[in-house]
């Protein structure tokens, strides 16, 4: 196993994995111990490892460039945001690295909307955000993040933004003021405990902002890119953002962030009023792209007949284990599973089956598999977990 104390800082508490490989589904550690991937790098591989029109598409624009610079115009960037566009909300696309800064551009086409709406006397500049959100680890996007655990020891963070309770649409209402300028949600919570939103209140919130003039602003960044058997979680409740800020699977597995604005929003950036170096770089874009158009319906529809049976047997569980399950929930491939107790032991134990899942909010146990998994992938996670469970 590599040691890595001495040189990285100690952010991440690590699993002794340390990889040499991953193709599809699978990754293969350098002792050659194969894992079956339920967490897709945190919802970005979600095409499973190394697809290869993903990687032809990388190795033709390796074969030209690298990097130049956004002062120039780039083809595929033109192709990309089209078809984003087209799959989402009419509008403009900004192309940054991460989620974060997908959000932090976000935060600040709110507010200067909210400064050009509110003209000289008002200072339209607050967000409402939501408890148990997660919206990044910049100062701007910590602030966001409602989590006392991620915030702790960063203090003062960045003011303006105002809290309010996840489905509780009252509580929304409450929040808002003459200084609103928006409201940030994730359509289905994923840091947070994989919580979906109720139809009632995501409509809910496109009314307030309908009526408020303020702008609506979803969070798609792990429930985006066809993971809960939509392209966008947003469309499965017949509603659409004014901005949507996307990450991780929209770059096929390489660092790209993208934050769709609708034309009256996104025309409120002028010329420097935003940029990145990095953003939008064309090997990440080019692998965003091929990624972008295997999204096909076929795959959708897969998603969400393996999300259906997927939930079906962890819910085969939920009634073997009343004591220890309390409830298992999700959209699509974007599963989550409530234990009575922690789940960090479980995590290891799948590990040692040789099972990649992941633990959020100590207690849920979080399913992110590849969009490519089938039946028989389910059954052996299924399978296992009630071994681990009845032990
Ligand atoms: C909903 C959501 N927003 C934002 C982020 C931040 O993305 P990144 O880590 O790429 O900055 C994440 C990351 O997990 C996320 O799940």
Known sequence: ????????????????????????????????????????????????????RILKAVKEQLAKHLHISNLYYDRLQVELAEKLVKSSIPGKVFFSNSGAEANECAIKLARKYGHLQGGKKENRHKIIVFENSFHGRTLATLSATRQKKFQKGFTPLLSGFKQAKFNELSTVKRAIDNNTCAIMVEPVQGEGGVRVASGSFLRGLRGLCNKSKLLLIFDEIQSGMGRTG?????????????????????????????????????????????????GGNPVSVAAGLAAVKLLNVELLNQVKIMGSYFMKRLNGLKSKYPKRIKQVRGLGLMVGMELKGEGEEIVKKCFEQGILINCTQKRVLRFLPPLIIDNSDIDKLVNTLDKILGS
């Open 1 to 52: 196993m590599v040691s890595e104390k001495k040189f990285i800082m100690g952010t991440y508490k690590r699993y002794p994995l340390s990889v040499n490989r991953a193709k599809g589904k699978y990754i293969w550690s350098e002792e050659g111990k194969r894992y079956l991937d339920f967490f897709s790098g945190l919802s970005v591989n979600n095409l499973g490892h190394c697809h290869p």
């Open 230 to 278: 939509k392209m966008f979680a947003y469309q499965h409740y017949g509603i659409k953002p004014d901005i949507l800020t996307l990450a991780k699977g929209v770059g096929g597995g390489l660092p790209l962030g993208a934050t769709i604005a609708k034309d009256r929003i996104a025309r409120l950036f002028a010329y420097g009023n935003h940029g990145s170096t990095f």
